[in-house]
């Protein structure tokens, strides 16, 4: 009796394991580009994550500052209701009720402003001096920007609240992707000599397709400070120059 040859048995033994091994290689490449998909998901959900939660500055309701401007100055008081609109600049005038010699010159400035999140940010910038008689010449004299805490000069470190005066169509901010911008419905209220400026804004529409602030809509007050604020203001300060001495020695 013949008997098959040995190459006759394994060629359907190897035929096998082939295709095994073939099944087994095609199930493992599988598995690795599952393997990466799910890598580049987690990444990419890590990614967003770290994006999201970069330190959001605080949504105060309202914030006061300290300009650098003391003394015992008054304004007439008032309120205005102000609607921003198309023209590039808007300007008040307002009295000191102690010098009819003196005045306060209150405007608002279209800026563009660029931050990481946007390139142009349409905003409105409010600037307010002191306006005082030139007899001389029959103008005025135009004094230091007044919603300042840093006053005349240049410095090298300015406080968030330099930007105080400035309106911005951001709702929630965030320091790495907005700067130092207060949220734009923020009250501010600036202390100035003896009375104060407060604002407030109760409406806007912002197209960021176009990047344009159709609106801004604010109530802005000038009101005189109670005497007892005003003592209390002036020991802060004097406080607060004398422990500037202390360090400095």
């Not at 082939?18 to 199930?27: C, E, K, P």
């Not at 410095?155 to 968030?160: N, Q």
């Not at 400070?225 to 300060?237: G, H, I, V, W, Y």
């Amino acid at each position: 009796m013949k008997t098959p040859s040995s190459s006759r048995l394994s060629r359907p033994i190897l035929d096998l394991q082939l295709q095994t091994a073939g099944r087994d290689l095609s199930t493992s490449s599988n598995r690795v580009v599952k393997a990466f998909i799910l890598l580049c998901f987690v990444v990419s959900c890590c990614q967003t994550a770290s994006a999201q939660s970069l330190p959001a500055l605080q949504t105060n309701d309202l914030i006061e500052v300290k300009t650098w401007k003391t003394g015992d100055g008054k304004i007439t008081e008032k309120v205005l209701n102000v609607s921003l609109r198309t023209e590039p600049q808007y300007k008040f005038v307002l009295d000191d009720p102690t010098d009819p010699e003196k005045h306060y010159e209150l405007r608002f400035i279209a800026r563009s402003e660029h931050t990481l999140r946007t390139r142009s940010l349409p905003c409105w910038s409010a600037d307010f001096r002191e306006l005082t008689k030139d007899k001389a010449s029959g103008g005025n004299f135009v004094g230091f920007h007044l919603l300042s805490t840093e006053g005349p000069g240049v410095g090298d470190y300015f406080s968030r609240k330099e930007w105080a005066a400035h309106f911005c169509p951001i709702e929630e901010p965030n320091e790495v992707l907005d700067g130092h911008f207060y949220p734009i419905r923020t009250e501010r209220r600036f202390l100035i000599e003896g009375f104060l400026v407060a604002f407030k804004v109760v409406d806007y529409r912002y197209d960021e397709t176009k990047a344009r602030l159709k609106n801004l809509d604010l109530v802005i007050e000038f009101r005189n400070s109670p005497q007892d604020e005003l003592l209390s203001r002036r020991k802060s300060a004097h406080a607060k120059s004398k422990n500037h001495l202390l360090t400095k020695n």
